[in-house]
């Protein structure tokens, strides 16, 4: 005798039962899922905000090449150093820092004692964002490369900017040094040759 309706309604087939499990078990992996890339993506924020805020630590080493600890340099008066990206000797021996995450450069004797710091921070021609190298030439003057805004502010003897060097939007500047009386400017399609003055004296040497 056939099944009536209310005993099939309330006797479900096998093969409804299963289907309601299988979309059960796929509902649980989707919030698993969803779960493991929140705690990732905490743990990634977590990270970047550890990066960005943590103090700097310089340690400076003897000339015997053997490592020999000198002393270590985190800050001056209570201000600590974040994100230093370079760091420089001048001509008397003064050590130049690119603290990058407080946008500016400050200077220790070479005893690693605080001397000055400089650099204004903001968007406009002589003011910078991010710099992440520094180069000093003999005479005292001052190089400083925001990579970010696509130029190195110059800088004189006494600490004040003086000029800038624009590149295009499609150079990136990534580092600086100084050789005598040229300034040299290592980019992400090769290098450029300037004077102290910031005049070019070559095109790109292109890498290859």
């Known amino acids: ?51 960005l805020t943590r103090p700097a630590d310089l ?48 200077v220790f004797d070479d005893s690693g004692v605080y001397q000055t710091v400089y650099g204004e921070a903001g968007d406009e021609p002589l003011q910078i964002m991010n710099p992440i190298d520094v180069a000093v030439a003999a005479d005292g ?22 000029d800038f060097i624009p590149f295009a939007e499609d150079i990136f500047p990534l580092s600086l040094a100084v050789d005598g009386e040229t300034l040299f400017v290592t980019t992400e399609s090769g290098i450029v040759e300037f004077d102290m003055d910031g005049n070019a004296l070559t095109g790109y040497v292109a890498w290859g």
């Open 1 to 51: 005798m056939a099944d009536s309706p209310d005993s099939a309604a309330s006797n479900p087939s096998p093969s409804s039962s299963g289907g309601g499990a299988a979309a059960s078990r796929g509902s649980a992996i989707r919030w698993l899922l969803l779960v493991i890339l929140l705690l990732a993506l905490l743990l990634a924020a977590a990270w970047f905000y550890w990066n």
């Open 59 to 106: 340690t400076i080493e003897g000339e015997s090449g053997e490592g020999d600890y000198l002393f270590s340099i985190y800050g001056f008066e209570g201000d600590q150093l974040r994100r230093t990206s370079s760091v420089r000797i001048g001509r008397t021996g003064d050590i130049y820092v690119a603290d990058t995450g407080k946008h500016r450069i400050v």
């Open 141 to 162: 003057r001052s190089y400083v490369l925001d990579k970010n805004a696509h130029k190195i502010v110059m800088y004189d003897a006494t600490n004040q900017a003086s």
